[in-house]
């Protein structure tokens, strides 16, 4: 069995800095990529930032140059630097992991339980 679990998370205030963190445990054979997604009351989830396991990072538009993403394979973790944050990135946030799991023959997308974040203006 597999868990994903965020955290971090919270209340900043408009221009400061949040960071989260993501840990995937259990029967993992292999991670392809991590990530970050976010969702508003009324609004589909949506992948902000991703990496892969070769360290390519892709953002949205939103986050580019404001986010960053990082990940430590040797500890199945996934970090999101929130820098310069806007009241328009409260949302909730969710951990995305793309792995392989004993027993399974292909990868499988997997989502945290989502961690608050609530930015003042």
């Known amino acids: 069995q597999v868990q994903v679990v965020e955290f971090g998370g919270g209340l900043v205030q408009a221009g400061g800095s949040l960071r989260l963190s993501c840990a995937a445990s259990?029967?993992?054979?292999?991670?392809?990529?991590m990530g970050w997604g976010r969702e508003t009351p009324g609004a589909p989830r949506e992948l902000v930032a991703t990496i892969r396991d070769d360290g390519y990072t892709k953002y949205v538009d939103s986050v580019q140059g404001r986010f960053f993403v990082s990940r430590d394979n040797a500890k199945n973790t996934v970090y999101l630097q929130m820098d310069s944050v806007k009241p328009e990135d409260t949302a909730v946030y969710y951990c995305?992991?793309?792995?392989?799991?004993?027993?399974?023959?292909?990868?499988?997308?997997?989502w945290g339980q989502g961690t608050q974040v609530t930015v003042s203006s």
């Open positions: 259990g029967s993992i054979l292999s991670i392809s990529v």
């Open positions: 995305y992991v793309n792995l392989l799991a004993d027993g399974y023959l292909r990868m499988v997308d997997y």
